[in-house]
Each structure stands twice: as C-alpha cells, then as structure tokens.
C-alpha cells in the first residue's frame, strides 16, 4: 500500500484570485479534478479505457474543507489517495498543500458511483481496477498529514 499519491502541482495565478486576494473557490476544485483525473489514469482508468470499456464513475457527494488560503503565486501539491475502493463505491481522498511553508491548505474527499457509460444505470468496477486502486487506499489521518 502506498497510499497518497502527488498528483498535481502548480502555482496560483492573480488571475485565479478573486476580490478577497485568495484563489477562488472554482480553480481549487479543478486542481483536485486534475487530481481526479490523474489517479484514474494510474489505476488504469485513462481517457481510451473509459471510452473502450464504458466506464465511468459518477461524482455522487463532494466536501471540501478548507484550511489555510491560497495566494497569488503560492505553489501548491495535490496528493490524492481512495479511502474507499469497492466494486460498487468509491470514496477519493485529496489534500492540498501549500509548497512554500508545508501548510495544509485544504482537504477534501468526494463519494463517486460506478456507472456503465452505455447503458446509463450503476454497475459494479472490473476486479483489475480495484486491485490497481488497492495501492493507494489512505486513511482519514492521512489527509490531514
């Protein structure tokens, strides 16, 4: 088991700031989509198995909390990792870092459901993604680390 894995990094622009001087809400939930999107590519989930397999997870419940804000040109690390990895559920673990003090700027965790893409109803996650995604099961300790 590894647990969390980094899988974003990037600096904040002024332009993603909004009148408070802090990074706005909606350019924190694309870095921990980009997060996402990246651990689903590791656990062998990337665009063309998506599309090959008809496979999709949908976002069913997200929560963020946020710890310290994020200003312009602060660089910052998303680690992601699943606390939950079933055949029928998974529960993403995220927390962002900010790089230039080691200060926990945010954590967050979101509930997604399996889905068949073509027949548009749940169903259940291939035994090889699951074992993929056992690497990186973390704890609720670990997104506070």
Known sequence: MTGMTETVRGVVRADQCDHFGHMNVQFYDAALSDGYFHMMSLIGLHRQAILDRKLGIAATKMELNYRRELRAGDLFRVETGFLVFEPGQVITAHRMTRLTDGKLALTAQSTGTPIDLALRRRT???????ALASHFICTAEDMAA
């Open 124 to 130: 259940q996650l291939p035994d090889d993604v699951v």
